[in-house]
């Protein structure tokens, strides 16, 4: 049957529409965008791929030739976990923990560059999937020894943080940050930032808040790196939610202490899904010495498109047209540069991670940078579709790391989501 459709008459001008009238129009245009929110997440959830298992932190004994290793040091504001292999789950803890995780990843020639290989039963296949090696939760001076460790072997004593979004498991975000340490080749020193996402398309507003809940910590971790006498430089990847939160933290930094620790050199905002007056406001709080920042954008980014149609916001900030104005203008202004990847298409359906999907965007950043070189040093043909001139390229270990946020639906919520789906969409199109 066709969709119901609610209408009223126009209210004549000056006059007062009544209450209930109001509330009926809103309560249509609320189902109007939840009735896009579900369709454009149906195809994605119900045509998406089996998931993995639970428990992947295991560690496993097993080796197999040419795998490699990538160390990640995680700080978290998870609730730590008893159940062996999840560590820390989507709850909010009172006090941040840390842990030393060291992840295998299968020879190059068994995998696909931008793509975390998810074992498809415990324990994984080290030859072919993921796999962890070594895991233990350490206290904050183990942390911070790991790190200068590390530093040893580090070029410029550089240390990489990653922020990831929405919708992360625990285990997600560590072996999405494993993948693109590994794909793009960087020596910096690995550190992630986990907070508490539960790992489900339907819980925005709790992640939102958790996102927030955690921004005190997260400048503690940006201010201990920094302040550290063995790092040379700090650089920050941030991706979609996870944006706001480090947005949020580099400004409490900017108002407590007067400024962002002169250390904390770049900062890297992909699809970031915040609210574009909201961000300019949180820059402005930083004050007129910055670190670089580097901007990854796609007009064609689904997931952008929908967080600002069903919230209801203004642009978001990972969806602009850089070249439109007043906004070019202002991104030259404050010397942010631009990548947009409008042009690039991603694999996957919401385009939301075409950083991870595209080999060539991988493989440009990744070979250029991994030899120091700007992406504006490369061909004309990749710096038209690349980079739009506000500001400057992203030079050295810190633009190379852009190879992949993680996917937005899992098997859980693919199952619960379906379900709702079909009583949701009976509702709004009628039985």
Not at 110 to 122: D, H, I
Not at 194 to 207: E, K
Not at 414 to 421: H, K, V
Request: aromatic fraction near 6%; glycine fraction near 10%; include cysteine.
């Amino acid at each position: 049957m066709p969709a119901r459709k609610v209408t009223s008459p126009p209210a004549a001008a000056g006059t007062r529409v009544p209450r209930r009238r109001r509330d009926q129009v809103q309560g249509t245009d609320l189902k109007r965008a939840a009735g896009r929110l579900i369709i454009l997440l149906a195809g994605a959830i119900l045509g998406g791929c089996a998931g993995h298992p639970h428990g992947v932190l295991m560690p496993v004994v097993a080796d197999a030739p040419g795998t490699s290793r990538v160390n990640v040091l995680v700080a978290t504001t998870r609730q730590a976990d008893a159940q062996p292999g999840i560590m820390f789950n989507g709850k909010r803890a009172e006090m941040m923990a840390f842990a030393d995780i060291d992840v295998s990843i299968p020879p190059d020639a068994s995998r696909k560059v931008g793509e975390v290989q998810w074992p498809k039963a415990l324990p994984g296949d080290p030859a072919t999937e993921f796999v962890a090696k070594h895991t233990a939760i350490i206290d904050r001076p183990a942390a911070m020894k790991l790190v200068q460790d590390q530093l040893r072997h580090a070029p410029k004593r550089q240390v990489l943080v990653f922020v990831h979004g929405f919708n992360n498991r625990f285990e997600d975000a560590v072996y999405r940050f494993a993948q693109i340490v590994h794909d793009s080749g960087t020596q910096a020193v690995p550190v992630l930032f986990t907070w508490p996402s539960q790992g489900s398309v339907l819980a925005y507003g709790y992640d939102k808040e958790s996102s927030t809940y955690s921004r005190n910590q997260l400048e503690s971790v940006l201010r201990g790196l920094a302040n550290d006498p063995n790092v040379g430089e700090v650089s920050v990847l941030a991706h979609s939610m996870g944006n706001w939160l480090l947005l949020e933290s580099l400004r409490q930094m900017a108002i407590r202490d007067g400024r962002i620790h002169p250390k904390i050199k770049n900062v890297l905002l992909a699809a970031p899904d915040v609210d574009v007056d909201i961000a300019r406001e949180q820059i402005a709080d930083m004050g007129p010495v910055r670190p670089n920042f580097a901007l990854f954008v796609s007009r064609k980014d689904k997931a952008l498109a929908l967080s600002k149609d069903v919230w209801g916001s203004s642009a978001r900030l990972g969806a602009i047209d850089p070249m439109a104005e007043p906004m070019h203008s202002t991104l030259v202004r404050d010397r942010i540069a631009v990548y947009d990847m409008s042009l690039i298409g991603g694999e996957g359906g919401l385009n939301h991670d075409t950083f991870a999907t595209s080999p060539e965007i991988v493989g440009l950043i990744g070979s250029r940078l991994a030899k120091g070189q700007s992406i504006s040093d490369e061909s004309q043909r990749f710096s038209d579709r690349l980079f739009t001139g506000a500001g400057g390229a992203v030079g050295g270990a810190t633009g190379l790391i852009l190879s992949g946020p993680t996917s937005l639906f899992d098997s859980d919520a693919r199952e619960m989501y379906s379900t709702r789906f079909r009583q949701y969409s009976n509702d709004l199109i009628g039985r």
